[in-house]
């Protein structure tokens, strides 16, 4: 099955009508972020982090197309 | 010996019989000389003319037991420790009750208390935790790490 599956959590989930939802294919995070921004333009005003499978990204990263990317606000455990 | 990612998030608050029982447990380990415990309370903090009753976590669970488990193996690699246990609430943790349980067991104190410290500060920048401050007049704040 090819497509992104894009999860949000802590605020950011309650910015978006689902926690968890599939996205159109992309060829990498800035692709995706850009996409993500015009679908949901709230998320422009938040601070948060994309992760890749599980692993944070710092910079531009190229996409398969069947990763699951995660959009995590700044962590506030403890 | 290679370990597996262990699950360290409870359900609710850490409750005192399981730090006692955790303490307990380790009584028949008698090379440990020194136990470091670490135990974070939720605060009942004033917020926006309200006060904070009790904190709802929230985890990415998968990230959060990988990272758990990559912190866990770079601690045991730089200190010289017996035991290293991490517990994390998710849910609803009142003000007063236990939210985080870090304990390090080793030889001597020295090795404990530092890797008990580490661990801490690494448990709060680096896993895919957060706390949502659920307040006394039903307003609701995202908790930031400071």
């Known amino acids: 099955m090819e497509g992104l599956t894009v999860k949000a959590f802590g605020m950011i989930a309650e910015k978006l009508p689902e926690q968890e939802f599939e996205f159109p294919k992309k060829k990498d995070t800035e692709e995706l972020l850009n996409s993500l921004y015009n679908e949901y333009p709230d998320l422009k005003e938040l601070d948060f982090s994309l992760a890749v499978n599980q692993q944070l990204i710092q910079q531009n990263t190229s996409l398969e197309g069947n990763e699951e990317i995660a959009l995590l606000p700044p962590f506030s455990g403890g | ?146």
């Open chain 2, 1 to 146: 010996m290679t370990r597996k990612p262990k699950n360290i998030f409870v359900d609710g608050a850490i409750s005192s019989e399981k730090i006692a029982k955790s303490i307990q447990n380790h009584s028949s380990k008698t090379n440990i000389g020194a136990h470091s415990i670490f135990l974070g309370q939720v605060r009942a903090d004033e917020k926006d003319g309200s006060v904070v009753r009790a904190i709802e976590y929230t985890a990415y669970e998968e990230m959060a037991l990988q990272k758990a488990f990559e912190i866990r193996e770079a601690i045991f690699e730089k200190y010289n420790l017996t035991c290293m246990h991490i517990y994390h609430s998710l849910g609803e943790v009142k003000t007063g009750e236990i939210c985080l349980f870090v304990f390090t067991s080793s030889k001597h104190r020295k090795m404990a208390i530092d890797a008990c410290e580490e661990l801490v500060e690494r448990i709060k920048n680096e896993l895919p935790v957060w706390g949502k401050e659920l307040l006394k007049n039903s307003d609701e704040n995202w908790k930031v790490n400071t």
